[in-house]
Nanobody, 116 residues
Protein backbone atom coordinates (compact mmCIF):
# COMPACT_ATOMS: atom_id res chain seq x y z
CA UNK A 1 0.00 0.00 0.00
CA UNK A 2 0.98 3.64 -0.25
CA UNK A 3 3.50 4.67 2.39
CA UNK A 4 4.83 8.19 2.79
CA UNK A 5 7.28 8.96 5.58
CA UNK A 6 8.42 12.52 6.19
CA UNK A 7 11.43 13.73 8.14
CA UNK A 8 13.46 16.85 8.71
CA UNK A 9 11.11 18.95 10.77
CA UNK A 10 12.62 20.93 13.62
CA UNK A 11 12.48 24.02 15.79
CA UNK A 12 14.12 26.84 13.87
CA UNK A 13 14.53 30.57 14.35
CA UNK A 14 12.96 33.09 12.00
CA UNK A 15 15.12 33.51 8.93
CA UNK A 16 16.43 29.98 9.14
CA UNK A 17 16.22 27.18 6.62
CA UNK A 18 15.09 23.58 6.64
CA UNK A 19 15.00 20.78 4.11
CA UNK A 20 12.20 18.28 4.53
CA UNK A 21 12.41 14.80 3.06
CA UNK A 22 9.81 12.19 2.22
CA UNK A 23 10.39 8.58 1.33
CA UNK A 24 7.65 6.91 -0.69
CA UNK A 25 6.79 3.30 -1.37
CA UNK A 26 3.95 1.15 -2.59
CA UNK A 27 3.20 2.89 -5.87
CA UNK A 28 4.80 3.99 -9.14
CA UNK A 29 6.61 6.97 -7.70
CA UNK A 30 8.24 8.27 -10.88
CA UNK A 31 4.85 8.43 -12.59
CA UNK A 32 3.07 10.16 -9.72
CA UNK A 33 2.63 13.84 -9.03
CA UNK A 34 3.86 14.57 -5.51
CA UNK A 35 3.03 17.54 -3.34
CA UNK A 36 3.79 19.02 0.02
CA UNK A 37 0.86 20.25 2.06
CA UNK A 38 0.81 21.79 5.51
CA UNK A 39 -1.59 22.29 8.36
CA UNK A 40 -1.09 25.02 10.90
CA UNK A 41 -2.76 24.72 14.31
CA UNK A 42 -6.49 25.32 14.00
CA UNK A 43 -6.36 25.79 10.25
CA UNK A 44 -7.25 23.83 7.14
CA UNK A 45 -4.74 21.97 5.06
CA UNK A 46 -2.87 24.20 2.63
CA UNK A 47 -1.18 23.04 -0.56
CA UNK A 48 2.41 24.26 -0.58
CA UNK A 49 4.17 22.87 -3.64
CA UNK A 50 4.03 20.09 -6.17
CA UNK A 51 6.08 18.30 -8.80
CA UNK A 52 5.12 16.23 -11.79
CA UNK A 53 6.46 12.71 -12.09
CA UNK A 54 9.81 13.41 -13.68
CA UNK A 55 10.41 16.67 -11.85
CA UNK A 56 10.36 18.77 -15.01
CA UNK A 57 7.44 20.85 -13.81
CA UNK A 58 7.20 22.20 -10.29
CA UNK A 59 4.82 24.68 -8.74
CA UNK A 60 4.81 26.57 -5.46
CA UNK A 61 1.85 28.44 -4.01
CA UNK A 62 2.18 32.12 -4.83
CA UNK A 63 2.55 33.23 -1.22
CA UNK A 64 5.63 31.03 -0.73
CA UNK A 65 7.30 31.38 -4.10
CA UNK A 66 10.86 32.53 -3.74
CA UNK A 67 11.27 30.98 -0.31
CA UNK A 68 10.15 27.37 -0.81
CA UNK A 69 11.05 24.91 -3.54
CA UNK A 70 10.26 21.28 -4.26
CA UNK A 71 12.48 18.65 -5.82
CA UNK A 72 12.55 14.89 -6.14
CA UNK A 73 14.94 12.01 -6.61
CA UNK A 74 13.12 9.26 -8.45
CA UNK A 75 16.03 6.85 -8.06
CA UNK A 76 15.47 6.98 -4.30
CA UNK A 77 11.69 7.48 -4.31
CA UNK A 78 12.13 10.72 -2.42
CA UNK A 79 10.66 14.18 -2.57
CA UNK A 80 12.08 17.22 -0.81
CA UNK A 81 10.91 20.62 0.32
CA UNK A 82 13.55 23.31 0.71
CA UNK A 83 12.35 26.11 2.96
CA UNK A 84 14.35 29.30 3.30
CA UNK A 85 13.85 32.52 5.26
CA UNK A 86 11.34 30.81 7.50
CA UNK A 87 8.73 32.96 9.20
CA UNK A 88 6.62 32.49 12.29
CA UNK A 89 3.59 31.79 10.12
CA UNK A 90 5.33 28.82 8.53
CA UNK A 91 4.84 26.88 11.74
CA UNK A 92 2.82 23.81 10.79
CA UNK A 93 2.87 20.09 10.30
CA UNK A 94 4.18 19.37 6.83
CA UNK A 95 3.03 16.33 4.91
CA UNK A 96 4.06 14.88 1.59
CA UNK A 97 1.12 13.74 -0.47
CA UNK A 98 0.20 12.19 -3.76
CA UNK A 99 -1.25 14.34 -6.51
CA UNK A 100 -1.84 18.07 -6.79
CA UNK A 101 -3.82 19.77 -4.08
CA UNK A 102 -4.73 18.61 -0.59
CA UNK A 103 -7.00 15.67 -1.34
CA UNK A 104 -4.53 12.86 -1.98
CA UNK A 105 -3.10 10.29 0.41
CA UNK A 106 -0.49 11.82 2.70
CA UNK A 107 1.98 10.78 5.34
CA UNK A 108 1.87 11.42 9.06
CA UNK A 109 3.82 14.62 8.69
CA UNK A 110 6.80 16.31 10.26
CA UNK A 111 6.55 19.28 12.59
CA UNK A 112 8.15 22.59 11.72
CA UNK A 113 8.15 25.22 14.43
CA UNK A 114 9.50 28.67 13.73
CA UNK A 115 10.14 30.56 16.94
CA UNK A 116 12.66 32.92 18.43
Amino acid sequence: QVQLVESGGALVQPGGSLRLSCVASGFAFSRTVMSWVRQAPGKEFEWVAGSNGDGSSTKVVDSLRGRFSISRDNAKNMVFLQMNDLKLEDTATYHCAQYWGTGGPRGQGTQVTVSS
